[in-house]
């Protein structure tokens, strides 16, 4: 049983899975002009709105998006609600590689027998990178505002001052310069590590060993200096392109890596009720669960530290942000109920050692933290493009659709595997023997 | 601990076959015997730089603040430069004893104990400059929120600098408490050894009387656990709460999001240099390199190539959003920290915190002690410098140009600043008397785990695995 088997039972569950997301997605296409979203009526504009609704600036609205935006709203929320998710699912299986780099450049030797999952987490990277690059090519003007070409002319009304400031940065060439750069380095990392890895199941040497760890150390530096830095500047932060905080990156890969440990958790648990990794037991879940423990409370603090600093100075060109977010007409409670879920509930239900080791309590947890960094990544890329509210069915449907998505690759991925314990790794044993 | 099966892959954390009874006697024996001449020596000019900072500070009382080179325009300057420098040393030992303690690192036995010494002296020589700076330090006691007759005078809650008066001296008190708690078991093991009886009761009375019954380690050891339980928000909050009296603001260069994370990650960094610094002297003239051995330095190498790089990436970050934001005061007060009057500290500060740890790529340079010893003195004028860019650099240039002006220190600020390097090096040489320099018991719980002479009885185990095929262990074979 060291060979994973993607069974059919399986597979029709996670068939199942994704029909409900299509059945949800079609209920809140369906329903979406009706009821659940009030004020929706007057969306023409609701593509770009926020940044001019939030900063005020004197660009007179409607005069650029009169034209060629004629998008009805459940369109904007279906590219806004995609959008979201692609990001969500490729920031996860980054954290995935940035976890997988960190155990091993650190010489974990608890996680050798659970790390295939982790390895196999990061392939679906390349799915969607491909999605992301399709919204990029069809609906960048939807989704990114200083897109627009109108925005640039000086003396025109659509003119804007602080983004024409920003178009050194903020322009197609530099965009697309850096996202080829970003996907490719992405490809790169995660086809060197499953080499390195998978590997050593079979040829095991210490040549590979030290291999694996070089591959890590390069890897961390090119996510951070590279990867995550530029793909949320420019993916994410610039959807609202007046706003900037130095923290936004460390938050994000914060949020992604809680999300795909606790992604991971479940995978594990998923393999264990299989009778797989028949040596995991529940100190490997303590110690996972300690690091969802853990960096739950260091996304907190990364999030809490860029609000209240934002909120403390109250510099309007900041605040905008949170304005748009805080109100309690549209986000309100998915502003307040995503940090209650990413971090008041870990916190407190995985506080004490009894916890960690408890299967019931440790997926409940990581199936509130993947809803609750959901929602914050959303919070993050959504509310520009839908100012007046838009969580709902729509997205939930796509998020099973895409979870779903996820969830096969990694699971035919980890079914090439061939040791799914890696018992040939060095540090084996000490996996094996592990007790805390 | 954990497991008791380690992968002989990994470098042993104890080397020279050493027994149980070789650890105590090999700790124990610096604090034992005639004083050295070389130890008398150093103390001497240590505390005459003690007295320096003592009559610095008593001419700043007597004849005010204005014995400083702070002004109007650059209200803080070198005491809140060396406020949260110091504050920053304190960090690493912190960080070993109790994150480390979660993580499992064994080779934090062999520092903790010097380091969270550190913690508590830079703390001490931390909290000078702010209290000193209050100008009037008679009322000092003004700080603490109590119920008084002063009226309307009161603290002002939703102020980051008296959050930081609870931070710091929460902080100092839990240090304190893990730092001599960690102490209680050593200090019996050297009253059982001592020889003479004065010695004895004065090791009786700090050890509180410990016989090490099973009873005894039981509540120690859950005392230690709720500690570092403490401990490990505090090493967070403490520095993130220092960033706060800046990142609160206003001020151009000071308001970013990013500071608190950063701040934590470069004290981390500049706290480990300290220790380095500190520990390979320590290490050569107590003869305690079988203990603090080429992985401990290594390993503390490569955390400051972390952090290191996580500040760098954090300066970078600031420099590019600067300019993002499209506000020309943000811009400004970038471009004017690298190319502005005070360049050199800009440039000096890159230099040191970012590049230079970069050597630490390369294993055989983690592993030089001469490179080591050289990088943390870098780093710890690199660290110094961030601080003074932030502070300094920031203000001599606010929004009126009319009162733009060039900020030096005076001699007065020199001495006290010299002097608390005098009054930290006094209270260290003093611990490395008096005090067991390495956790004795800590060591001997990770002995049959990572202990050289057990390596081959681990390989022993694993052999068959085709990976280890031509892993040996004998000596040498981890350099």
């Known amino acids: ?120 987490m990061t392939v679906p990277i390349v799915v969607f990178l491909a999605l992301l690059f399709v919204m990029f090519f069809a609906f960048n003007h939807d989704i990114f505002h200083w897109t627009h070409e109108s925005l640039y002319v000086k003396g025109s009304d659509t003119f804007d001052e602080v983004l024409n400031i920003k178009k050194d940065f903020l322009n197609m060439k530099t965009f697309w310069a850096f996202t080829i750069v970003i996907a490719i380095s992405c490809v790169w990392i995660v086809i060197k590590f499953w080499n390195t890895l998978t590997k050593m199941d079979t040829n095991p040497s210490r040549k590979l060993f030290s291999s694996s760890r070089v591959v890590s150390a390069v890897s961390i ?104 977010r805080r109100n309690l007409d549209n986000y309100g409670i998915l502003f307040h109920g995503s940090w209650v879920m990413n971090f008041i509930i870990p916190f407190f239900v995985l506080m004490t050692r009894n916890a960690k080791r408890k299967k019931a309590i440790t997926i409940f947890c990581a199936i509130v933290i993947i809803l609750g960094q959901f929602g914050a990544f959303f919070l993050m890329n959504c509310p520009p493009l839908l100012p007046k509210g838009g969580f709902g069915l729509i997205s939930i449907g796509l998020l099973l659709i895409f979870g779903s998505i996820f969830t096969y690759i990694t699971l035919m991925m980890l079914a090439k595997v061939k040791d799914l314990s890696s018992t040939t790794h060095p540090y084996y044993k000490e996996s094996y023997n592990l007790h805390i | 601990m954990a497991s008791h099966f380690e ?47 003592v009559f610095c500070i008593v001419w700043e009382v007597i004849f005010g603040i204005g014995t400083w080179g702070a002004n109007k325009t650059v209200g803080w300057a070198w005491d809140i430069t060396n406020f949260v420098w110091w504050i920053g040393i304190g960090h690493a030992g912190t960080l070993i004893s109790a994150i480390l303690l979660l993580f499992r690192q064994k080779w934090r036995t062999g520092v903790n104990r010097a380091a969270e010494a550190m913690t508590i002296f830079a703390v001490v020589c931390a909290g000078q400059f702010p209290i ?120 151009p260069g000071w308001h970013t999001t990013i500071m608190p994370p950063y701040f934590v990650a470069g004290a981390v960094f500049s706290g480990f240099a300290m220790v380095l610094t500190l520990m390979i002297v320590a290490r050569h003239i107590m003869n305690l390199q079988d203990y603090i051995t080429l992985a401990h330095i290594e390993s503390m190498n490569k955390i400051m190539l972390l952090t290191g790089t996580i500040v760098g990436i954090a300066y970078l970050t600031e420099l590019f959003v600067a300019w ?30 970012l590049v230079s740890p970069q050597v630490f790529w390369f294993r055989k340079l983690r592993r030089n002690i001469a490179v080591t010893f050289f990088m943390s003195i870098l780093i710890n004028i690199g660290m110094w410098f961030e601080r003074f860019v932030i502070i300094v650099i920031s203000l001599h240039r606010d929004y009126l140009p009319s009162s733009w002006l060039y900020y030096s220190p005076t001699w007065v600020e020199i001495g006290i600043f010299v002097g608390t390097g005098g009054l930290f090096m006094t209270l260290f040489l003093m611990f490395c008397r008096f005090f067991p320099a390495i956790a004795i018991a800590e060591v001997k719980s990770i002995l049959k785990v990572s202990g050289d002479q057990y390596r081959q009885k681990q390989l022993d185990e694993v052999s068959s695995m085709e990976v280890y095929k031509e892993t040996t262990v004998t000596k040498g074979a981890w350099d």
């Open chain 1, 221 to 324: 530096v090119v996510i951070s200096f590279l990867i995550n830095t530029f793909a949320t500047w420019l993916w994410s932060m610039s959807i609202q392109p007046h706003w900037y905080s130095t923290m936004f990156t460390w938050n994000t890969m914060a949020g992604a890596c809680v999300a795909a440990l606790s992604i991971m958790l479940l995978f594990m648990h998923y393999l264990k009720a299989k009778g797989y990794l028949p040596n995991v037991n529940e100190n490997h879940e303590h110690d996972v669960a300690k690091l969802m423990f853990a960096i739950s409370i260091f996304w907190c603090y990364t999030w809490f530290a860029q609000y209240m600093l934002i909120w403390y100075a109250n510099i309007p060109e900041e605040t905008e942000y949170f304005r748009l």
């Open chain 1, 1 to 120: 049983m060291n060979t994973y088997i993607f069974d059919s039972s399986t597979k029709k569950n996670i068939l199942i899975a994704f029909g409900i997301g299509v059945l949800l997605l079609l209920i809140g296409i369906f329903s979406y002009n009706s009821g659940a979203s009030t004020g929706h009526g007057d969306d023409k504009h609701a593509v770009h709105a926020s940044a001019k609704d939030a900063t005020h600036t004197t660009v007179t609205e409607g005069a650029e998006h009169g034209h060629g935006h004629e998008a009805p709203t459940v369109r904007t929320a279906l590219i806004a609600n995609s959008y979201n998710v692609f990001y969500y699912f490729f920031y996860i299986a980054l954290g995935a590689i940035f976890i997988l780099a960190a155990a091993n450049v650190a010489w974990g030797g608890w996680q050798i027998q659970v790390q295939k999952i982790t390895l196999a």
């Open chain 2, 132 to 251: 000193f700076h209050m100008g009037r330090v008679w009322d000092a006691f003004f700080i603490f929120p109590y119920p008084n007759t002063r009226g309307p005078l009161w603290v002002n809650f939703t102020s980051p600098l008296l959050w930081d008066v609870f931070a710091i001296s929460t902080y100092f008190t839990v240090s304190l408490l893990f730092w001599y708690t960690g102490l209680v078991p050593d200090f019996a093991t050297m009253r059982d050894q001592s020889k003479t009886p004065g010695r004895w009761k004065f090791y009786n009375f700090l050890s509180f009387g410990w016989i090490g019954t099973a009873k005894h380690w039981e509540r120690w050891e859950s005392l230690s656990l709720i500690l570092a339980g403490l401990s490990t928000p505090l090493v967070l909050s403490v520095h993130t709460i220092v960033s706060f009296d800046f990142a609160t603001s206003v001020v």
């Open chain 2, 7 to 53: 992968s002989p892959l990994r470098e042993p954390l104890i080397n020279g076959n050493k027994t149980y009874k070789d650890i105590t006697r090999d700790i124990v024996a610096p604090t034992t015997g005639k004083i050295q001449p070389k130890w008398a020596f150093w103390t001497a000019i240590s505390a005459a730089f003690a007295g320096l900072f």
């Open chain 2, 324 to 353: 993002y934001s499209g506000s020309i005061y943000e811009s400004y007060a970038f471009a004017n920290r690298a190319s502005g009057p005070y360049w050199w500290a800009y440039w000096s500060m890159m230099f040191c915190n």
